[in-house]
């Protein structure tokens, strides 16, 4: 507990730890998921209260430094309102994960105009994006019990970049995204590249040409 209290203190990502022992759960043991949750729901609920306490204290320095800088409220969100703001994350979340898959074009700045604010969710790039999204979360469900590290991979790709999504007010949502944020991520791509090298085993010669273009 101390550990993780001082990761979080270091990087707003921690907070995912326990939300990540729920989906190894949930993918290594489904069948006992439920006894699981109901075992351990003293300390889960415990962790959801420190995750809910520093999420607060982070709005609440965000609040003191904007009234500090006088910034307008506007600023606070990319695209100038809570609603555009959201209705752009699906696909800067789907740029994200292309970046995890395929490191072209890397970019020093993704701040105002990097991305054109969508103005709705209903927009055709927003749901698409926001389809995509939800169509991996529900793989890693699918998968789950059947092919477990998948599973967990895929969970932790998403679980992991969840904390750098802008649904709170802040004047950081001006940069839409950092590249470095990407490096937890990148760890359940590594499992998902482990997982496909050891299925492709019994095609060496497909394995080695596909590696070796990769």
């Not at 994006?129 to 529900?138: E, H, P």
């Amino acid at each position: 507990a101390a550990l993780w209290a001082l990761a979080m203190a270091a990087k707003p990502a921690a907070i995912t730890v326990p939300i990540l022992w729920l989906a190894a759960a949930a993918a290594t043991r489904p069948e006992e998921f439920k006894r699981h949750l109901a075992r351990n729901l003293k300390l889960y609920l415990g962790c959801a209260a420190a995750c809910a306490a520093v999420v607060m204290a982070h709005v609440l320095m965000e609040t003191a430094q904007s009234r500090r800088f006088q910034l307008p409220a506007e600023l606070s969100w990319y695209g100038g309102s809570a609603a555009r703001q959201w209705a752009t994350e699906p696909r800067i979340v789907m740029h994200a994960l292309k970046l995890i898959v395929w490191p072209v074009t890397l970019s020093a700045d993704y701040s105002l105009q990097v991305f054109e604010p969508s103005r709705s969710l209903l927009e055709a790039k927003s749901f698409l994006a926001l389809a995509g999204c939800g169509g991996l979360a529900w793989l890693a469900w699918a998968l789950r019990g059947k092919r477990p590290l998948e599973s967990f991979a895929l969970a932790w790709i998403l679980l992991a970049y969840a904390p750098m999504l802008h649904i709170l007010p802040s004047m950081h949502n001006r940069e839409t995204l950092a590249e470095h944020w990407l490096y937890l991520p990148l760890f359940g791509w590594a499992l998902l590249l482990g997982s496909l090298r050891e299925n492709l085993r019994r095609f060496p010669k497909t394995a080695a040409a596909g590696f070796g273009v990769l």
